[in-house]
């Protein structure tokens, strides 16, 4: 399961198109200004995407080229991918009308649609379908959400508690700077399978995914 952003694109892009100081309530998506934005967001998907692909290639690439030298393995089939958005706008059709939805915290759940659910560093993740609910937009949660900031987080525990805490659930931590770890500690997140089990009208768990390892930068 890979995770990326749009990062690179956020102080340089938004908010030079929509500097802060205006303040905006809503932006016209027929305005030059919010004409730009739209294409900016597009790109910014399309970049998260794009990276997203790359790594799943590399990955690939490399669980083959040691599966076969480990094990003799020399033909391995991978399922398809999912990929999807959280945190975009798009314009679609809802209730006959043809409105602009923002899934900030969310992704698309349409009907038979496969989406990914992460849990939080060392927990669970689901692979979800979408049930197509027109209540909620055709949308469900993005992940298990925060519970205490990343500020609280690193305040109350320790680097050695979480390094600890994934270490007694048996799972790798790859990341190089250790010090800001506690800001993704599990306990920073709300619980999955409580989360999951809120918004069954929303979607059907297809997959429970354990985590074996965690790469963080
Ligand atoms: N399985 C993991 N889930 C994670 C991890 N870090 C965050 N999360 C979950 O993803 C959502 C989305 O993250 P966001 O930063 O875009 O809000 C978040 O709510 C968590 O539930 C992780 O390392 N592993
Ligand atoms: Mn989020």
Redesign the pocket.
Known sequence: MF?TGEKPFQPAVYSSVVPLQWDLAYLSTDSETGKDYLRWMNLAMAFANENRWHMMRVVIGIVKRLAEKYAGITELECSKPISCH?NYAAYEEHYGKKVWIHRKGAIRAGDGELGII????G?Y?YLVKGKGNPESFLSCS?????IMSRHAAKAQFSVDRTINDLKSRGVFLGKQKKLDVSE?TRFA?KEIEFVIANELDLIEPVKRLK?MA?V?G
């Open positions: 995770r959280h992460p849990g939080a560093m927990t993740s993005h992940g298990a959400g925060r993704e997140y985590t965690v963080k």
